[in-house]
């Protein structure tokens, strides 16, 4: 079974930094036969609606939506199957849940914006920055 597994959340000042981890899994006995796929990062605050932060491709091609750039980068380690977003310069209005999500058979482009797109999610971490 595919399954997509964040870490490294946790409670930080304004202005510090953290670094999330997204393992991956169950693809290959899953029956995928691509190597092309889309991971992205998403997060979600109370209250309010499921949001893109960036996604990469199985190329390592990255894309960040306005209010992250210059601040957050996605990379990813592909022997241990694990993507990473790296946020500096947290503010408060960064705090909520983070998720990665991947689509399979399909690199990145516009639609990595859009959360209906992807095939599968994890179930969250927690991120909170205070003032």
């Known amino acids: 079974q595919v399954q997509l597994v964040e870490s490294g959340g946790g409670s930080v000042q304004a202005g510090g930094s953290l670094r999330l981890s997204c393992a991956a899994s169950g693809f290959t006995s899953s029956g995928f036969t691509s190597s092309a796929y889309c991971m992205g990062w998403f997060r979600q605050a109370p209250g309010k609606e499921r949001e893109a932060v960036g996604a990469?491709?199985?190329?390592?091609?990255?894309s960040y939506t306005d209010f992250v750039k210059g601040r957050f980068s996605i990379s990813q380690d592909k022997p241990k199957n694990t993507l990473f977003l790296q946020m500096n310069s947290l503010k408060p209005e960064d705090t909520g849940m983070y998720y990665c999500a991947i689509r399979w058979d399909a690199y990145c482009g516009r639609p990595y914006l859009e959360r209906y797109w992807y095939n599968y999610w994890g179930q969250g971490t927690q991120v909170t920055v205070s003032s």
């Open positions: 990469i491709d199985s190329l390592g091609r990255t």
